[in-house]
């Protein structure tokens, strides 16, 4: 079936559902998205629309929107916690590879599945919000977790595959039901004479519609690895980290930017790269020669604000770089305006937890948040 009959599918299913199931639909918007839906809209390129967003989709008929930057907290919490585990028990394998990038986890089974325990196993933001989100409408509203449906909206053509995969289940519910991308909803909102930029500004539902500022940072190339350094060093200095993280070229490749901390009283060189780079640090620690600790990998050039799902650059006049310097001061904008910089600070995040009766990294937290790659299988 052509992609674009899969979409108008995708999308139709879930109108219908809302004719008599809004009250099941949990829909959830990724960081990436925001920053880019106004350009199908003629706002200028890195305007945050957030606020108008979140008024779209109740237009739609959506009763509980949410943000994805919570699971992006979530994801951040559970892979610092990770980290610092093997951190902790001594573990062989570092450096750790970030797990939140559907295009590089494609590509780290095919170039690196003998590094099996090398890649995080914690699910990516939108699987983490939406096995939560399930757990929590289900205890909160005595509801069947398989009645709860769960909507994302992201900026990557690819999340649908990963949405389907079988290690993105929760107890063999999938985490996720419906996939649309920011250029699916901009159609829809087109379609249906919802004009964005003359709408209301509205706030997201609570308590899973909070983040910190390091949540706010996901979408953009780097994102990933400054909230974990954030996390990592609040659990361990017990203080925020509140400067931006300032990387370097590495000398390995251009490709690849690095940068070294000392947290407590331990030193780690961290880096960030695409694809590109990923394929000399795969080769480098099969032959443990890799330097660094922790490594994060985006397949799109500048991160998910240039996913396959946003608004492509040529429809805006502007040079790729420059939209891509656009959306990310936009997300920068929202990180510098947050008045908490890091994950495990997000209070509602920490009141969920204790709700659900678990704690990062617990088994708990395994079963729900975690992806168990050898007994699923890689896809
Ligand atoms: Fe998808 Fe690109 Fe983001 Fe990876 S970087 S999750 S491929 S949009």
């Not at 967003?53 to 739609?60: D, E, G, N, P, Q």
């Not at 608004?311 to 001061?329: I, W, Y």
């Not at 088994?363 to 699923?376: G, P, S, T, V």
């Amino acid at each position: 079936m052509e992609e674009n009959t899969v979409k108008k599918i995708e999308v139709a299913e879930v109108e219908e559902l809302l004719l008599n199931h809004s009250d099941d639909i949990i829909v959830q918007v990724a960081p990436a998205v925001r920053v880019a839906l106004g350009e199908m809209f003629s706002l200028k390129v890195g305007t945050n629309v957030e606020k108008k967003m979140i008024s779209a989709l109740r237009k739609l008929g959506f009763k509980h929107v949410f943000d994805t930057d919570f699971g992006a907290d979530i994801t951040i919490d559970e892979e610092a916690s990770e980290f610092l585990s093997r951190v902790k028990n001594n573990s062989p394998y570092f450096p750790m590879f970030s797990s939140c990038c559907i295009g590089w986890v494609n590509s780290f089974f095919i170039q690196g599945n003998d590094l099996i325990n090398h890649i995080s196993t914690t699910k990516s933001p939108l699987g983490c919000f939406g096995s939560l989100a399930k757990k929590y409408y289900a205890k909160k509203y005595n509801k069947k977790i398989e009645d709860i449906i769960v909507l994302s909206i992201v900026p990557c053509i690819l999340k649908k595959n990963e949405s389907k995969m079988p290690y993105n289940k929760t107890d063999d519910i999938f985490d996720v039901d419906y996939t649309w991308t920011t250029k699916d909803l901009g159609q829809l909102l087109i379609e249906r004479n919802i004009d964005l930029p003359s709408l209301d500004d509205s706030d997201f539902d609570n308590p899973l519609g909070s983040s910190s500022g390091g949540g706010k940072i996901f979408g953009r190339i780097g994102g990933v690895l400054e909230s974990l350094i954030r996390a990592i060093y609040y659990y361990e200095e017990g203080k925020v980290f509140d400067k931006r993280v300032e990387f370097t070229t590495s000398s390995i490749l251009p490709d690849i930017k690095e940068v070294k901390l000392n947290i407590n009283n331990r030193d780690y060189l961290f880096a960030n790269c695409s694809i590109i780079g990923a394929r000399k640090l795969i080769e480098m620690t099969r032959n443990h020669t890799c330097p660094y600790h922790f490594i994060e990998v985006m397949a799109c050039a500048g991160g998910c604000i240039m996913g396959a799902g946003q608004p492509s650059f040529k429809d805006t006049g502007l040079q790729l770089n420059e939209v891509k310097e656009a959306r990310m001061s936009a997300l920068n904008f929202s990180d510098d305006e947050s008045t908490i910089k890091c994950s495990p600070l997000n209070d509602d995040l920490n009141k969920l937890y204790d709700y659900l009766n678990m704690k990062p990294f617990d088994q708990k937290a395994e079963n729900y948040l975690h992806r168990d790659y050898i007994k699923y299988g890689k896809h």
